[in-house]
């Protein structure tokens, strides 16, 4: 067995975005020289997100809409109080992103089969971002034969 690992590298660019980086894995794979396995993903913030959805641009826009009502970023989070906190002065107050990260997950596993990614036609992996734009990283592990 064999294991190779890379990171990729992202701006993204809203509040509440979702980015399809399935073809950034692909290009991993292609460069693990691993057939059959499976590929983890996994995202290095906590305001991110990392789920296996469809990429249609109104569903993305669904999404963001939905966990906005779901997690309203006014409420009163404790999080948020920043005075109270051992924090940095320029701290955010995103507790409504953790929150969401923590309903959604910071990876996702996908098995890897004749270096194809086993996913069903609507599906593809997205970054999920939280907390408006930043640059981030997500680790990409092919491991198989």
């Known amino acids: 067995?064999?294991?190779?690992?890379?990171?990729?590298?992202?701006?993204?660019?809203?509040?509440?975005s979702l980015c399809d980086i399935t073809p950034q894995v692909e290009t991993?794979?292609?460069?693990?020289?691993?057939?059959n396995g499976f590929v983890l993903v996994n995202s290095?913030?906590?305001?991110?997100?990392?789920?296996?959805?469809?990429?249609?641009?109104r569903l993305l826009e669904d999404i963001g809409r939905f966990f906005t009502q779901l997690v309203p970023r006014d409420s009163e989070y404790l999080h948020n109080d920043i005075q109270r906190r051992d924090c940095p002065p320029d701290e955010p107050e995103n507790a409504h992103s953790h929150l969401c990260a923590i309903l959604l997950g910071s990876n996702e596993a996908v098995p890897l089969m004749d270096k194809q990614l086993v996913l069903g036609t609507y599906q593809s992996i997205l970054l999920v971002e939280l907390d408006g734009s930043r640059q981030r990283s997500v680790n990409v592990q092919v491991i198989g034969e």
């Open 44 to 57: 290095r913030h906590t305001t991110t997100a990392i789920i296996i959805n469809e990429n249609e641009p």
């Open 28 to 35: 991993v794979i292609d460069k693990s020289g691993i057939i």
């Open 1 to 16: 067995m064999r294991i190779y690992s890379d990171v990729l590298e992202l701006t993204t660019d809203a509040d509440i």
